[in-house]
């Protein structure tokens, strides 16, 4: 028997992490899918309704418009986060001056605490006193000023940039232990074939961390669909809903109107529009796999 | 140059926190950009008194280690199986691992308490325990087995040539190799642990074991939050994490070169 | 093979499964107080659990924290197992241990419509057999009502917060030219141009968290079009909120809007920061509840600071001595206790709600519902200009405290759409009367 399928061990090595996982994370997680056809205010009886609070969220304008929002946090999140943080990587992945510092710089809005990430950037944004509009103004583009926060019009993308900036470390430090796992022997092959830096990454980093790559967009739709705290201390989902992401809809209807039942099925809806957008990036990831393969296949 | 912008936008805010932890409320409601006039360093022993921090910071070190090494072991143990080895029924755990990344944490809080309670554990630090390592796995398991994955597959062939067992390779093979990845694991655990407020809330009652976050959120009241001590506390509450990420980020780029042993 | 597999999957999950139940009984049990302490306690001491939110600082807070240390003192036999948990942390907490039937012994609840889920629910007792030890002695029997529900009594307020006060700075004030702050509405409005004008943001406001523009702006606008006995009566069907005189109340808070009264930076801040311009000097007032007046009096004691409330309104049906609000720090006893458990709870609350508490909370500059009066040493601020404002005033109801959790979820964000454009005073008194009609079905 080849040692590749010694079931054994697999099940043995398996288990450990599977037991605690299917105890205190998938097993809330179906009591939370029970709860979600249930009335219950969480101090008179339950009463199941069926479908009744699915169906009450999927009529609910609030809820789609907290869906809308959400999906922006999602696009800046994917398109911003990862793009970033990969060529930040790439760019301290080298034996630059400094490159410990910028490192560690790089990395430290990840630790920063939620509060003060909000404090510092509603300074920035602030309409009257903020930074960027008096930037602004001294270059002489004071018409673009805007209540950047106060506004419904600019208040989501003012959100998206902080949150942005606060979670591209988490990526760069993802990418850059990846990087370690490119053999430095591809680079130099590539090199006495007269390849430009930008060849090799195209060629060979990018091939090489690609399953790293596809987690990472993995773990940015969950994280975004999930986002809650920057929100919440931000703009406490104001003005007037703009800001409003899924997870902060469902905690104000499950600990302000006390209503257990809808709040867990709104968590439901938000697993389950993870699980399609995962199943979409993992396809695009594929057809991609699959064309590259393709490419290498005819040279 | 675009490096050192980049470098500035981010440590502001935490030299704009420091800063502020050593002034006056009042000082801070007048001018939050002045300097100090003084430096008041008894700030820093009011957060230490009224978050608790001498009692709380040894409770959330027990659980952040604790927590993070056992997630991280069991972690890097399933992702050894996972990317390494065949087997019917693979997509399906992969799969499953999906699960705890995707829902709110806030929609785990009354089920996760009446788990809890029946299993008789509130207010204990197993309580803390479980549910942080449960819900860290995903992460870690991801990240682990998309690095693992990436090894050359020639690597075991050779070692089982050598007469290692699954284990040894596991062990002084699989393991040496993902360092870099095992650093960025350690640290993005530790920093979850550390920070985790919502468990820690319903699931602890008892003062003697509460943890940082706890006793952090002491400074926020119905009308209106003591901001100075507040930054006083979120500076020292920070130490430990920065100390974690320094000492593990050489291990970050040290990878192939340093560490492999390729057969 | 493939059954050995399943066998040795089999045992060893049964192994794992035992190891770790064995573990968890284990250290569950060993965290819990062994039988023979127990039955030691039990025969010499009651214990009793109480949850408070009296994290902060503030004189309130820690009067309140020495009552119970002195209780302590004075009664041995009764130990109080205290935790306090900052008040936004609190609401989750209690309402999860609630929901796992784990409620402290005793706690404390906020009146009207966030105590209502609690008494349907049957988590806490009534205690109308103790409530005559105040009822019209100490405390007037309507300071009582807020902690009643269907004529029961379920806890005794330990204090009354107003949340509606207009601070202003008497200096920028007589520099417009008012020496007094406006009568009618019409002249407030003249005031804040002439304000604008200047330069100067007429009133400072950070609406971030939604509440401020509902309980501190339309409580007591409402109540001066409305009159007091409006909310109870759309909450019976009598009336609607699409009333034209509500709707007006609304569309005062447009006008105000409208003229520029606040700061541009309205919904991107806290009140903690619209306190901030006002200290700054960057306005000319502020509106905010009775809890800021310790804050003020540290951070512009030294200015000419003048307090005043919402002036009438032309057309309005309110008594233009209203002020919206509410009492608090009221404890709940559990409905699950034993008899020992109970009255030792009843003890706590006899000696806590004494006649010496509410001294001492006047005497630190809290309001306090009960019939005591403030001590002669008090700060000017407090005795010239806070004492004559309340003490002739009639308490009119707060939105939040009577309305039911969804509606205020509806009129903060309501409020905040007013202010952006996002719907019109009209629009939102139709969602309000829409939900209230979905919530009474």
Known sequence: MHLLHRRRWIVLGLAPALLVYLLFAVFPILQSVYLSFMDWDGLTAMRFIGLGNYIEALQNPTFWNSFKNNLYVVAASVFGQVPIALALALLLNRRIKGAKFFRTAGFLPVVISTVIVSLTWSMVYNTEYGLLNRFLKAVGLGSLAQNWLGDPKWAMLSVCITIIWQFIGLYFIIFLAALQNVPQELYEAAELDGASEWVKTWKITIPMIKETLLVSVILCISGSLRTFDLIYVMTNGGPARATEVMAIYMFNETFSSTRYGYGSAVSVLILAFSLMLIYVASKVFETKTIQEKGERGAV | MVLILYSLINTYPLFWMVLNSFKTAKEFSLNPFSLPTVWHWENYKEAWRVAKLGLYFSNSIRVSVLATVLTVLLGALASYFLSRFEFRGKKWVSALFLFGMLIPVHAMLVPMFILMQKLGILNTLWALLFPYIAFNLPITIFILSSFMEAFPRDIEESAVMDGCGVLRIFWSIILPMSRPALATVTILNFINHWNEFAFALVLINRSELKTVPLGLANFAGEYSTNYVVQMAGLTMALLPVVIIYLFLEKYLVKGMTAGAVKG | MNRSWRKSLTSLSFFLLGVFLLALAGCGGGKQTSPSESAQTQSKQVELTFWNNWTQPIPEHQILLKRVESFQNEYP???????????????????TQAAGKQLPDMFQVWPGAELEPLVKGGVVAPIDDLVNEWKDQLIPADQLADYAIDGKQYAIPGVVVYTHLIYYDKDILSSVGYEEFPKTYEELKDLIRKLRERGITPIALGNKAKWVLQSCYASMIGDRMTGSDFLP??????????????????????????????NEDMNSIDNIQQRDYFYQGKAAMFIEGTWVFGDVMEKAGDRKIGLAVFPTI?????????????????IAINSNLTP???????????????EDLYKELLAGGVLVPAQVNPPEDAADLFKNELMPLVSNSKI??????VLPAQLTDIINNGLQAITVGGTTPQGLAEEMQNALGKLNK
Do not use: N
């Open chain 3, 77 to 95: 036999d009764i130990k109080i197992k205290m935790d306090t948990i900052p008040h936004d942390q609190y609401k989750i907490k209690i309402k």
């Open chain 3, 233 to 262: 009566k759309v909450l019976s069907g009598e009336k609607t909120f699409t009333d034209p005189d509500f709707i007006r109340s609304l569309e005062i808070i447009k006008e105000l809007t409208d003229l520029k009264a606040f």
């Open chain 3, 314 to 330: 032309e057309g309005g049906k309110g008594d233009p001595r209203s002020i919206p609000g509410v009492t608090g720090d009221g």
């Open chain 3, 340 to 354: 020992e458990k109970k009255e030792a709870a009843y003890t706590f609350l006899k000696y806590f709600y004494h």
């Open chain 3, 396 to 401: 009119s109801p707060v939105y939040d405290a």
